[in-house]
């Protein structure tokens, strides 16, 4: 498992939010362990990510300039 500094765990996070990932059984579960995090770190990233969602261009899912 690799863990990503927070921006770029977001930045990913917010891809796979975006591609519908999270709706799949056990995706969350997956993701945090490949990430290194506890479950509730993706879930908080997941709230951070939808009421900011000004911070993610809408067609890359990476952090507006």
Avoid: W
Wanted: overall charge positive; hydrophobic content about 40%.
């Amino acid at each position: 498992p690799h863990k990503p500094p927070r921006s770029e765990r977001l930045r990913l996070v917010a891809f796979l939010l975006k591609k519908d990932v999270f709706s799949m059984r056990g995706a969350l579960e997956r993701v945090a362990r490949r990430f290194a995090v506890a479950n509730v770190t993706i879930y908080s990233d997941i709230q951070f990510i939808r009421s900011h969602p000004e911070l993610f261009n809408p067609c890359t899912s990476e952090p507006a300039s």
